[in-house]
């Protein structure tokens, strides 16, 4: 039987509706990676993150089972070295919590996030014992500033 209009066209899928990801999954993705940090590093993440994406979908995730220092490397870092670990797990953390839609399974993102908020915790206290939890508190706040 011949189709009157030509043959149906199919979906596209993923629709470009929500190119990057929506409202409500980029606040789930917030609440996951943040809910193992300290209460004014949280919010200023949350705050700092809820604002107009940022990357455009097109970089690479990381692996949940990628290598990072330990603790023991942590307690001999030095300060500028935490930082920049830091810095490098924010980066990482705000590329999945904006990650577009199809781009990777629920399940996975939220694996993700979730092991990358218990690293930035580490990284906060690692920081916190050598400088002092309000310095920290402080450095860590600028960096999520210099990473928004």
Do not use: C
């Not at 596209?12 to 917030?30: A, F, K, M, V």
């Not at 990628?66 to 924010?90: C, G």
């Amino acid at each position: 039987m011949a189709f009157l209009m030509g043959q149906p066209k199919a979906p596209s899928y993923p629709s470009g509706r929500y190119i990057h990801t929506n409202p409500l999954r980029r606040e789930g993705g917030l609440r996951l990676l943040t809910q193992d940090l300290p209460e004014p590093l949280r919010w200023a993440i949350i705050r700092a993150w809820r604002q107009p994406v940022h990357f455009d979908g097109n970089e690479a995730i990381q692996s949940v089972h990628r290598q990072r220092p330990d603790d023991a490397q942590l307690a001999r870092a030095t300060p500028r070295s935490i930082l920049l670990l830091a810095f490098v797990e924010m980066e990482v953390a705000r590329r999945v919590v904006e990650a577009p839609q199809a781009s990777i399974l629920p399940a996975t993102r939220n694996n993700l996030l979730l092991v990358q908020g218990v690293y930035l915790r580490r990284l906060y206290l690692a920081l916190a014992r050598h400088i002092g939890e309000a310095t920290a508190l402080a450095e860590f706040q600028r960096l999520i500033l210099q990473a928004s």
